[in-house]
T-cell receptor, first 116, second 108 residues
Framework: DTGVSQDPRHKITKRGQNVTFRCDPI?????LYWYRQTLGQGPEFLTYFQNEAQLEKSRLLSDRFSAERPKGSFSTLEIQRTEQGDSAMYLCASSLQQGMGGEKLFFGSGTQLSVL | DAKTTQPPSMDCAEGRAANLPCNHS???????VYWYRQIHSQGPQYIIHGLKNNETNEMASLIITEDRKSSTLILPHATLRDTAVYYC?????????FGAGTRLTVKP
């Protein structure tokens, strides 16, 4: 168990550019979540996958945001035409959901995005 | 999902028990109570969760009232490394939604 890995750790971009983040979940975890967190706030849910299927998307996720999880393994989160308001920490989490008993999410260290 | 109410901040002396309260008066029968914490610049870390019964693990104890409308996270012997933001979350079948949490400061 190597934990949830996110890459890059930091990203600085100019407004209007596209950025892509990657998340490698814990091996065999079937669920993968994306959150966004701004300073002083708790993480905000963006979207999650069960295997390769994207099951839920928050209203926070505008059309400029897209997430994929091909083959149910790693996931990417792309932001097109970045805006300064997109500056935040983007967190990924994974879990092994096996029915009843609750669900533990394991988080990565996040990608800190700064849009200039 | 039911909403939760937590105090914005708390202090605790090192070596003492830290008791973090959480109100969730609208909790439904199938919703679990979860606790996570977040140390500065890191992702949230799972602590413990429960449905009805009190739970204990190597990190903490979770006490849930009989009517399930509130709970308390107990760190039995707080250390300086326990300084963090602690999130209480109530969740059923939907996504895990975080509030603002309680900022716990453990003081020497």
């Amino acid at each position: 168990d190597t934990g949830v890995s996110q890459d890059p750790r930091h990203k600085i971009t100019k407004r209007g550019q596209n950025v892509t983040f990657r998340c490698d979940p814990i091996s065999e975890h079937n669920r993968l979540y994306w959150y966004r967190q701004t300073l002083g706030q708790g993480p905000e849910f963006l979207t999650y996958f069960q295997n390769e299927a994207q099951l839920e998307k928050s209203r926070l996720l505008s059309d400029r945001f897209s997430a994929e999880r091909p083959k149910g393994s790693f996931s990417t989160l792309e932001i097109q035409r970045t805006e300064q308001g997109d500056s935040a920490m983007y967190l990924c989490a994974s879990s092994l959901q096996q029915g009843m008993g609750g669900e533990k999410l394991f988080f990565g260290s996040g990608t800190q995005l700064s849009v200039l | 999902d039911a909403k939760t109410t937590q105090p914005p901040s708390m202090d605790c002396a090192e070596g003492r028990a830290a008791n973090l309260p959480c109100n969730h008066s609208t909790i439904s029968g199938n919703e679990y109570v979860y606790w996570y914490r977040q140390i500065h610049s890191q992702g949230p870390q799972y602590i413990i969760h429960g449905l009805k019964n009190n739970e204990t693990n190597e990190m903490a104890s979770l006490i849930i009232t009989e009517d399930r409308k509130s709970s308390t996270l107990i760190l039995p012997h707080a250390t300086l490394r326990d300084t963090a933001v602690y999130y209480c979350i109530v969740r059923g079948n939907n996504d895990m939604r975080f509030g603002a949490g309680t900022r716990l400061t453990v003081k020497p």
